[in-house]
């Protein structure tokens, strides 16, 4: 069966541009979340949708950064005047079940953001 | 979430079992210890969770002590493929997984 998927696996953006990151999450997922991966470190928790409803966006960085899933399945991350410091691999993942932590996350296989 | 600890890196000949520690000393009565592995260049991977039992599945095994303080991921017969990055997360399923820094596992042939 078809696993997340993320669109485009690679991003080169001028710093400024704004950007848009998608998600396909695994059909009928209930939730799904955003991460940010800096290199060599852990994904780090940017933001949580049960359905359509955004619960936690606790994670994200600044008022640039804006996700949305309107209609429950697909998700896009939406950077605004990106920065430097956003260059980054944006993790997507989904989970049959609700709740932030939400037992096991199916993770897609990001996308390389690089800002110049 | 409980607040986990590993070692940052670990070597593990091919064929044999590779035991991943964890401390997680805080971590409270309703959180669980999950396991995830990233390997280069792809999204985590889940690999398996519990509470207070040892639990085994087609991938791993996971030791946890009594006192619930510590676990052990155990892969029991490592290969080339497992060499990943392993993570060690105690969570409630209330709050956003936290990942850290994980232990690095390489499987030397």
């Known amino acids: 069966g078809a696993g997340v998927s993320q669109s485009p696996r690679y991003k080169v953006a001028k710093r400024g541009q704004d950007v848009a990151l998608r998600c396909d999450p695994i059909?009928?997922?209930?939730?799904l979340f955003w991460y940010q991966q800096a290199l060599g470190q852990g994904p780090e928790f940017l933001t949580y949708?049960?359905?359509?409803?955004?619960?936690?966006k606790s994670g994200l960085p600044s008022d640039r950064f804006f996700a949305e899933r309107p209609e429950g399945s697909v998700s896009t991350l939406k950077i605004q005047r990106t920065q430097q410091e956003d260059s980054a691999v944006y993790l997507c993942?989904?989970?049959?079940?609700?709740?932030?932590?939400?037992?096991?996350?199916?993770f897609g296989p990001g996308t390389r953001l690089t800002v110049t | 979430d409980a607040k986990t600890t590993q070692p940052p890196s670990m070597d593990c000949a091919e064929g044999r079992a590779a035991n991943l520690p964890c401390n997680h000393s805080?971590?409270?009565?309703?959180?669980?210890v999950y396991w995830y592995r990233q390997i280069h260049s792809q999204g985590p991977q889940y690999i398996i969770h519990?509470?207070?039992n040892n639990e085994t599945n087609e991938m791993a095994s996971l030791i946890i002590t009594e006192d619930r303080k510590s676990s052990t991921l155990i892969l029991p017969h490592a290969t080339l493929r497992d060499t990943a990055v392993y993570y060690c997360?105690?969570?409630?399923?209330?709050?956003?997984?936290?990942f850290g820094k994980g232990t690095r596992l390489s499987v030397i042939a």
């Open positions: 997360i105690g969570d409630s399923g209330n709050t956003p997984l936290v």
């Open positions: 059909s009928g997922h209930v939730s």
């Open positions: 805080t971590i409270s009565g309703n959180e669980y």
């Open positions: 993942a989904s989970s049959s079940k609700s709740g932030t932590g939400s037992y096991e996350q199916y």
């Open positions: 519990g509470l207070k």
């Open positions: 949708f049960q359905n359509e409803a955004q619960l936690d």
